[in-house]
Nanobody, 123 residues
Framework: QVHLVESGGGLMQSGGSLRLPCTAS?????MGWFRQAPGKEREFVAG????????HLVDAVKGRFTISRDNARHTLYLQMNSLRPVGAGVYYC???????????????????WGQGTQVTVSS
């Protein structure tokens, strides 16, 4: 029912900025971003409510990352500033397929996932 495609990844220098878009088809509710570093588990990074009014960021990225969405364009964004090598990995766009409260499980977006986009950060 939902198809997600994220893009915008690439190679960045430490301290640089990158903006990742995710286009969605089908109805989405809460959405989020996950990151999987090499050899690590996929971890939640940021979430946003269906209307974009509420955001949820893990402590490690607060003050540096911003999650937003433009529902008219069916697009979710992750603005990443002050990138660090530890922040490298494959970033996945995700969505909830049903209406639910924010952050009840410590994350948003666990019903649908995109294919991922690679972010590499050089020191």
């Amino acid at each position: 029912q939902v198809h997600l495609v994220e893009s915008g990844g690439g190679l960045m220098q430490s301290g640089g900025s990158l903006r990742l878009p995710c286009t969605a088809s089908g109805r989405t509710f809460n959405m989020g971003w996950f990151r999987q570093a090499p050899g690590k588990e996929r971890e939640f990074v940021a979430g946003i409510s269906a209307d974009g009014g509420v955001t949820h960021l893990v402590d490690a990225v607060k003050g540096r990352f911003t999650i937003s969405r433009d529902n008219a364009r069916h697009t979710l964004y992750l603005q990443m500033n002050s990138l660090r090598p530890v922040g490298a990995g494959v970033y996945y766009c995700a969505a909830d397929g049903h209406d639910r409260p924010m952050s009840v499980h410590g994350r948003e977006g666990d019903d649908y996932w995109g294919q991922g986009t690679q972010v590499t950060v050089s020191s």
